[in-house]
């Protein structure tokens, strides 16, 4: 799945295999290059950002979609859209073959008018 406008941010987890060698399995985050841009303007809190960061690193890892506050929307696409809610702040994500792409970061009010 090839989404222009989208710059990825890689992240590696390692862990321990039943030969005790250190593995690194890379993970890859797309976000949307206006939530970096908006990242960088300050209209999107930095650690705001490091949350939902951090929440979808926890997801690739678990796979369960139980641990955070995660809800599929309904939209007239194939493509399953979700929504992730961290306090006032809502991501609208969608995820292909183990990768994120993130198409949204906003304010509860704001995110469902930017989504498609």
């Known amino acids: ?6 710059l990825p941010i890689s992240a590696d987890r ?4 039943k030969c005790t060698t250190l593995s690194y399995i890379p993970i890859v985050i797309f976000y949307d290059s206006e939530i970096r841009r908006n990242i ?9 950002a490091r949350l939902f960061h ?4 926890a997801l690739d890892s678990t796979k369960d979609m139980n641990l955070f506050d995660i809800k599929k929307l309904v939209s007239n696409s194939e493509q399953d859209y979700f929504r992730l809610r961290k306090g006032k702040y809502r991501a609208i994500f969608t995820f292909n073959k183990g990768n ?4 949204s970061i906003a304010k509860r009010d704001e995110v469902y008018k930017l989504w498609p």
């Open 14 to 17: 390692g862990y321990i295999d």
């Open 1 to 6: 799945m090839r989404l222009s406008g989208f």
């Open 54 to 57: 951090h929440a979808f690193q």
């Open 100 to 103: 994120y792409y993130v198409l």
């Open 40 to 48: 960088k303007k300050g209209k999107i809190p930095k650690e705001i």
